[in-house]
C-alpha cells in the first residue's frame, strides 16, 4: 500500500514537471512570436510590409508596429527625408562642344508611393531610376544651347533641367526639391578659345581707355593753350608784381614791355 502510494506521488510529480516545461516552452514560443511580430520605425522612415515576397499594400509611420510574426510578413524600410544625390554627367552642346558637369539633386520618395516603389522598383530605386534621369535629363537639355550659351544662361538651363527631372520622377513617387550644376567645364581647347577671347576684348577695351584718355589730354591742352594766352600772361604777372624792376630779362619780349635803364 506505501509503495503504491509512492508510485502515485512520483507519478504526480513527473505530470506537475511534464506540465511546467511544456507551459515553458508555450511561453518561450509566445515570446519569440511577440518580439519577431514587433518592428521600430525610424523618424522620416516608412515601412513597406510584404507576405511571401507580396506587397501587401500597408505602410508602416514612424514608432512602433506590429505585423504577423515568424516571417509571415516582412517589413524593408524606406528613407523619405530630403536624400541627395551627386552625378558627375558629360553631354554636347548645340554646337557639338563637350561639356562635363557635377550635378547635384535634392529629391525624397513620397508617404503612400513608397510600396508601388518598393513592388516597381526595389530598394535600389536610385541606380535604377534616380541616376539615369539625372544623366538624360542633362544630355537633353544642354543640346538645347551653345557652348556659348551654356555660360550666359546657366541659371536657364538648371531650370530646364529641373523641370524635366520633376516631370520625370514624378510618376514613380519621387518628388524633385532642388538641383545645382557645379563644376562646369568645356573641352581644353574650347575653354583656351574662351581665354584667349577674353584676352583680347580686355586688351582691346584698354587700348579703347588709352585712347580716350589720349583724346582728353590732347582737347585739354589745346584748350589750355588758347586759354594762355600773351596778354592773360602779362595780366598775371602784372597783377603779381611787387613794385621792383627786374634786372634780367632773358630774351626779347619783355612780360611788362617797359625798358630798361642802366
Known amino acids: 500500500m506505501v509503495q503504491k502510494r509512492r508510485i502515485i506521488r512520483e507519478r504526480g510529480k513527473m505530470l ?59 517589413v524593408t524600410v524606406y528613407d523619405i527625408k530630403v536624400q541627395k544625390e551627386t552625378v558627375s554627367s558629360t553631354a554636347a552642346s548645340l ?9 547635384v539633386l535634392n529629391y525624397q520618395l513620397e508617404r503612400g508611393s513608397v510600396s508601388n516603389v518598393h513592388q516597381t522598383i526595389g530598394v535600389n530605386y536610385i541606380d535604377k531610376i ?21 555660360i550666359t544662361q546657366r541659371s536657364k538651363l538648371k531650370a530646364d533641367a529641373l523641370t524635366g527631372l520633376q516631370t520625370r520622377l514624378k510618376p514613380f513617387g519621387i518628388t524633385v526639391s532642388e538641383l545645382s550644376i557645379v563644376d562646369f567645364k568645356f573641352s581644353d581647347n574650347f ?46 604777372a602784372i597783377e603779381k608784381w611787387d613794385g621792383k624792376l627786374p ?16
Open 16 to 74: 506537475q514537471s511534464k506540465k511546467f516545461i511544456l507551459v515553458a516552452a508555450i511561453g518561450v514560443v509566445l515570446a519569440i512570436g511577440f518580439f519577431s511580430s514587433v518592428r521600430q520605425i525610424g523618424t522620416g522612415q516608412v515601412g513597406v510590409v510584404t507576405q511571401y515576397g507580396k506587397v501587401t499594400g500597408r505602410e508602416l509611420g514612424e514608432g512602433i508596429a506590429l505585423v504577423l510574426p515568424w516571417g509571415l510578413n516582412n
Open 95 to 103: 554646337d557639338l562642344q563637350d561639356v562635363s558637369s557635377e550635378i
Open 130 to 150: 534616380v541616376t539615369p534621369a539625372i544623366n538624360e535629363i542633362f544630355k537633353a537639355a544642354s543640346s538645347k544651347y551653345t557652348a556659348s550659351q551654356l
Open 191 to 236: 575653354s583656351s578659345a574662351i581665354e584667349e577671347k577674353q584676352v583680347a576684348q580686355q586688351n582691346a577695351e584698354r587700348a579703347k581707355f588709352n585712347l580716350e584718355a589720349a583724346k582728353t589730354d590732347a582737347q585739354a591742352q589745346k584748350a589750355q593753350s588758347e586759354t594762355l594766352t600773351k596778354e592773360f600772361l602779362q595780366k598775371q
Open 247 to 262: 634786372t634780367y630779362l632773358g630774351g626779347g619780349d619783355s612780360v611788362f614791355n617797359i625798358p630798361l635803364t642802366d
